[in-house]
Each structure stands twice: as C-alpha cells, then as structure tokens.
Nanobody
C-alpha cells in the first residue's frame, strides 16, 4: 500500500521553528519521485505549493516562505523534510506532502499524505 505519512506539526509561537517530516511506505521510494513537494491549506483558502525538491536536488519555494523554509530529502530514510523558521501566524495551515512523477507530459504517480496541522500563535 502506498502511503505518505507527515509528522512534526504542532502549536508554536510566532518566530519559532518546526521541522516537518514525510516518510514514504515501503512501496514508495521518495528518491524516485520527479518532485517531492510540500503544500499547505488554510481554512477557506486554496491549496498552496510551499516547497519543491526535484530528483536532482533542485529546490523551489513560494515567495511567502523564501528565506524561512528549507526543504530537504534523505533517500536512505525515505523521508522528505520541511524546516520552518521564523514562523508567522499566516503560516497556520494543514501541511501536506506530495509525491509526483510524470513522463512525457503524462502524470504517472501523484500521491498525497494526510497532512499535519501547524498552528502559529501571535
């Protein structure tokens, strides 16, 4: 069974830090994804891409988190991380992990975790 399981969310004060983890089940190899992404969704808002890391290690971030968040990957642990520093109340959301692979423009795999809640108090 393909599973992505996020952890590390919680309640933190503004200015604090959290590190989110997303571990893949045995049937999914994080390192084989074209891209691993973190998204977030706040109540009443659209899902937003937060950070991406490609199979080649190239990273990309939403403008709202640049300089504060860092995505990384440990293939040996089959895990992708999101280090979040200098957290702001507007970072409050459910954070979801995504495994994406395509080929010749066609999506092959698009898996999602169940999400982990991050709440930042002012």
């Amino acid at each position: 069974q393909v599973q992505l399981v996020e952890s590390g969310g919680g309640l933190v004060q503004a200015g604090g830090s959290l590190r989110l983890s997303c571990i893949g089940s045995r049937s999914i190899r994080i390192g084989s994804a074209n891209a691993m992404r973190w998204y977030r969704q706040a109540p009443g808002k659209q899902r937003e891409m937060v950070a991406t890391i490609t199979s080649g290690g190239v990273t990309n971030y939403a403008d709202s988190v640049k300089g504060r968040f860092t995505i990384s990957r440990d293939n040996a642990k089959n895990t992708v991380y999101l280090q979040m520093n200098s957290l702001k109340p507007e970072d409050t959301a459910v954070y979801l992990c995504n495994f994406y692979t395509d080929y010749d423009g066609m999506t092959l795999y698009d898996y999602w975790g169940q999400g982990t809640q991050v709440t930042v108090s002012s």
